[in-house]
Nanobody
Framework: QLQLVESGGGLVQAGGSLRLSCVAS??????????VAWFRQAPGKERENVAT????????HYADSVKGRFTISRDNSKNTVFLQMNRMKPKDTGIYYC???????????????WGQGTQVTVSS
């Protein structure tokens, strides 16, 4: 079993930055070379994929809405994946979740493990 815990959310003004972290824990045998993704869900809207990163970090995908502003990275030695969010906009507001799975996809249903989420609010 893999546990994921997000942190780093909060309130920020438009144009500001936040850095989210997602720490994975569990038995080492339960932590194969997972692909990790960040999703977000705004009130009244469907969950959307924000970014994904493979174990090596060599393959990264971003949603068009965040390209050029958000950066996903990972430190496997610390079992942590980061989401650096810059030039934030009010439409970035939502609960941000990290998820882990074996398939490189932006489809949330394909991910096996999810964190509890962290709230991000961007004021105008």
């Amino acid at each position: 079993q893999l546990q994921l815990v997000e942190s780093g959310g909060g309130l920020v003004q438009a144009g500001g930055s936040l850095r989210l972290s997602c720490v994975a824990s569990g038995r080492s045998s339960a932590r194969p070379r997972y692909i990790v993704a960040w999703f977000r869900q705004a009130p009244g809207k469907e969950r959307e994929n924000v970014a994904t990163i493979t174990w090596s970090g060599n393959t990264i995908h971003y949603a068009d809405s965040v390209k050029g502003r958000f950066t996903i990275s990972r430190d496997n030695s610390k079992n942590t994946v980061f989401l650096q969010m810059n030039r934030m906009k009010p439409k970035d507001t939502g609960i941000y979740y990290c998820a882990a799975g074996a398939k490189d996809t932006m489809e949330g249903s394909q991910y096996d493990y999810w964190g509890q989420g962290t709230q991000v609010t961007v004021s105008s």
